[in-house]
């Protein structure tokens, strides 16, 4: 039996980093782990410009603990009014290395988000032309769709005829949560790949609803059915390159999730690797995790994997936070609702 497990430095392909005080508190959560993390763009106001990306990162870098080993990757959050060029300058300088689209409404801080997708085609076909790509919350967000239907019917209506209408776009379905999205994503060709979370690996929507609502469980887009959880972790256990983490780790202070209208968001920074580690031995592929966690993802996003490595060793129940405290206040960790083995050294 497997008793130590060593991998590439893995990376985070989708990561709520926010802003001042609560950045400088939960910034180490990711750095201990992670050498890179695509930084989602959706603060208030939100990073639209190259201009913003280039500040955004500086407060990145100053938060940063001393001797840590991270590159935040940063993105644009893509509107109606988005510029080009701008976008192409900041790509060619290696400055971002994405854009977000969030449907206006889907989320957390996506009032900025994009309504009428045509009034984004330039955009796109810009980003399909230098090769930028196109990350994507996959979500319609039109009050007669049903929550748990959300991600299946924008595959059906925006994300398909967004991808053919702009040949070459490359796409990222970011926290794909349902079958449908693991099989949209397994037919795609090779500018087509989806993060998997790694809440979604572990509860279903019972885990939200079931015995009390349990705040700290809901995130967007929400737990589905036990099915799709399944189809999630065969899609992540599976090897296939087009599969790789996204943790969307959102951190929200205690106050506003234990809430009448509570956020949205699981944080999961400071455990993801004990509890991928579990999942994939349950499943029968640690020998799996390395390419989902570690080379998957750069490779789709035409990067060279971390020369560094981390070791996993399974003993003892992990000892992890319940909560970091950070200057904003108290984010509870990530709970998947049994003891953890498996611990980075």
Known sequence: MTQSLTIRRPDDWHLHLRDGAMLEGILPETTRHFARAIIMPNLVPPVVTGAHAAAYRERILKAMPKGAAFTPLMTLYLTEDTDPEDLAQAAASGLISAVKLYPAGATTNSASGVRNFDRVRGVLEKMAEIGLPLCVHGEVTTADVDIFDREAVFIDTVLDPIRRATPGLRVVMEHITTKNGVDYASAGGEDLAATITTHHLVINRNHILVGGIKPHYYCLPVAKREEHRLALRAAATSGEGRFFLGTDSAPHVDDLKEHACGCAGCFTATNTMSVLAEV??????????????????????????????????????????????????????????????????
């Open 280 to 345: 994939f031995e349950q499943e029968g592929a640690l020998d799996r995790l390395e390419a989902f966690a570690s080379l998957n993802g750069p490779a789709f996003y035409r990067m060279a994997p971390n020369d560094e490595t981390i070791t996993l060793t399974k003993g003892d129940p992990v000892a992890y936070p319940a909560k970091i405290y950070t200057g904003a206040g108290p984010v509870t960790v990530f709970d998947p609702g049994y003891p953890l083995h498996w611990r980075v050294d």
